[in-house]
């Protein structure tokens, strides 16, 4: 039984080279071959997948997390780490509507005084803080939550 | 007692993974030097920023002073295979030193990446953000995906965990990794997992399925579905369905299912945690039903009207429902409504919501105003009507130098006026790329 583990051990790397040997895909591009300026629609270049990431579609917002954990280097195309990291942030005190104040059409949280309403939001749908509040940029919730 | 077994593997590899990221940081910054040098693609942006505001808690005149960093080298290399990536800032209170909190700062990310022309293939040492599947995660350490044979895709991360802990720890070590196979026309589908272990006990264990199908150019359905092992129960199914029938139409419905007992497992906030005497109930369950419509009549203007559900096992239902209007002409005008209704059973979750902006550009001038208010039905702390106006101007004086700045007035059951502002100072080393986290393309 050891021996059959040992060896599963040893050919489980020689299976993932030889996978990859075989996958002979060509790279994503690094930047967008054509600049883009504005929401962009990518549905008007692209009929493939790519069409799906129609940045001007109304759920696009609320479904972004999910192209981002499937193709996140897609996002790297167009976009540099740092505007995930706007967001979903490590330690933030400034917030995201904050930053994009002259981007008012950008679908971004906390718009206005939000110390009220977050007691609100907080209640009917915790879960939409939990991504960024979780377990990070939540030091300032000690301040009352201690 | 600790074993030394124990002491090896679960202590020291933080501090072992996180001394290997400044050291991937380190080794990187060497590489960058060169590059800078023989005038390689270097990217470095400043932001300064001075606000005006008050504390939350006690009241007090707070004018802090921010600087931002942005630095990327996208091609250190001649083939273009290595970049390194930097962010951070920090913070110096002008006005206020009365606490040991005047000061603060964080990186955000700073790592160096390998990435090969073929197979996609990409390695990335030193702090990171990695979303694959159930992980969304800021930790130290390495990341490494590649394209496989068949259509199959292969990611693997690890490293010390990057979290905060104001009242709880948040693990020491994270791993995990997320296998997929993907169809480009029609679908992709994967698998992941995650695991947080601390030097006490198993801290998290998920797993989890996602897809994307898009089988007619007129259908997508995305999703989620993660587990909680340690719990024993399904944390969350989250999926959402676009139905295109029309290239001015779009019609979309939305499902989420969530316990909070395991969803909310070890969270690093009692604000946010399903511990005993906390603020969340661990039985409670909910289920979001929602969906929206929007019509686009002529280019440039959207119009949507949208709907949500949540349906609580103890605390009861609401519904939020509205509609908004967007009329936008790319990079010269943009403006916007929104009305949106709260019905909930208690009077906290009885509200209107509402919203109007326009922003212009002129020239080298960007110009906006934003309205944003809330009308409760019953009064809280003696207000009834809540809202924040906003105004914004930034003006952008050479191709590399850009000031902005905003006001803010609010009325709120918090604050009877409140006056907040903001001075923004941009400056650009390289106007060739943006890292200011806008798309590549647009100027900062």
Known sequence: ?146 | MKSYRQWNTRCALPGILKTSGWIAAVISLMFVVPAKAEAASVSLQSDTIFRMGQSTSDKRNLYPAYEYLRLSVPEIDKDGTISFYFGGWGRYDLADKTTDRYTNGDLQYGYLSYRSKKNNLQINLGRQFVSEGVAAERFDGAYLRCDLAAGFGAALFGGATVATDPNFQGGDVVYGGRISHTMPKYYSIGISALKTDDDQSRFREEEGIDIWLHPFKQVEAVGRSSYNSITSGWMEHAYTISYIPLDNLRINFDLSQVNYRDYFFHMTTSALSVVPGGVLDPNEEVLTLGGSIAYTPIKNLTIVADYKNFDYHVAGNAHKYGGKATFSLPASFAAGIALHRMDGQVDRLRYYEYRAFASKKIAKLDLTADFFGVNYDSNINGLKNAFTVAGAASYEITERLKVAGDINYSRTPDFDNQLTGLVKITYAFDTARSAEGRAKGEKY
Request: charged share 25%.
């Open chain 1, 1 to 146: 039984m050891k021996n059959i583990r040992m060896l599963m051990i040893m050919a489980m790397p020689l299976l993932a080279c030889f996978l990859y040997a075989c996958a002979n895909t060509n790279s994503m591009y690094r930047a967008h071959p054509a600049e883009v300026t504005g929401i962009p629609d990518c549905s008007e270049c692209h009929t493939d997948n790519w069409a799906s990431l129609n940045h001007q579609a109304a759920d696009f917002y609320e479904k972004h997390r999910y192209y981002a954990e499937q193709q996140k280097f897609a996002c790297g195309v167009c976009h540099e780490e740092s505007f995930c990291a706007d967001c979903h942030a490590h330690k933030e005190e400034i917030k995201p509507s904050d930053k994009y104040k002259l981007s008012p059409e950008r679908e971004l949280p906390h718009r206005g005084d939000y110390l009220n309403q977050h007691r609100i939001d907080g209640r009917i749908d915790p879960v939409s803080c939990v991504k960024c509040h979780g377990r990070s940029n939540n030091e300032r919730c000690k301040e009352c939550h201690r």
